[in-house]
């Protein structure tokens, strides 16, 4: 079964940390690997990822994917309380289904 | 960019009643994605919303208890059926990116739904 696999499941940091959140899949019919950010209920697009060891960058936030080790990590530098949200990664296939992970809950305290 | 209007925002409904869900975009899209996510899951594709023709349901769904209109490129309704507790989710519209098929994703602002 094709599948997403996100961890760590929970984190909670203080304000100022660096987290890493990570993400594998499977290599079943791989097109692209997204980021999205879920503070409430709609999620927002951050990321997405074609080709292994391009870092894509957005403020405090960074992604990278890797081809061959079939994994992603977001990065997100001096974190705020802003950042609390759940992080969802997904994968999608040729066919441009999405297939997504569980999500990491990130909580930041201040 | 897309902008997405769904609603309602949330609704508190009796056990065995249906409920309607709308989502209106801001511009013509071919395909309308209709997710649920339970609480703390992730994020399951219910159907896609074709304009002109049935929607195309996911393995888990059927269009007896999730029934869909899309009457127009900007419009479509889900409807939950015959409700029971277990339906209470966050239920969220979406439409791809226009102009590639990359699988980036545009959300309406979601309908949490509580079936009591």
């Known amino acids: 079964e094709d599948k997403v696999v996100q961890s760590p499941l929970s984190l909670v940091v203080h304000e100022g940390d660096t987290v890493t959140l990570n993400c594998s899949y499977e290599?079943?019919?791989?097109?692209?690997l997204l980021w999205y950010k879920q503070e409430k209920k709609a999620p927002t697009f951050l990321f997405m990822l074609t080709s292994s060891g391009i870092e894509k960058k957005s403020g405090r936030l960074s992604s990278i994917l890797d081809k061959k080790e079939l994994f992603s990590i977001l990065n997100i530098t001096a974190t705020q309380t802003g950042d609390s949200a759940i992080y969802l990664c997904?994968?999608?296939?040729?066919?441009?289904?999405?297939?997504w992970g569980a999500g990491t809950k990130l909580i930041i305290k201040p | 960019s897309a902008v997405i209007s769904q609603k309602p925002s949330r609704d508190i409904c009796q056990r065995g009643t249906s409920l309607t869900i709308q989502c209106q975009v801001d511009s013509q899209v071919t395909m309308m994605f209709w997710y649920r996510q339970q609480p703390g899951q992730s994020l399951t594709l219910i159907a896609t919303a074709n304009q002109g023709s049935e929607a195309t349901y996911e393995s888990g769904f059927v269009i007896d208890k999730f029934p869909i209109s899309r009457p127009n490129l900007t419009f479509s309704t889900l409807t939950v059926s015959n409700m029971s507790p277990e339906d209470s989710s966050i239920y969220l519209c979406?439409?791809?990116?226009?102009?590639?098929?990359?699988?980036?994703?545009?959300f309406g602002e979601g309908s949490r739904l509580t079936v009591l």
């Open positions: 997904a994968k999608t296939d040729s066919n441009y289904q999405l297939i």
């Open positions: 290599v079943t019919n791989f097109r692209s």
């Open positions: 979406s439409v791809a990116a226009s102009g590639a098929n990359t699988g980036e994703l545009f």
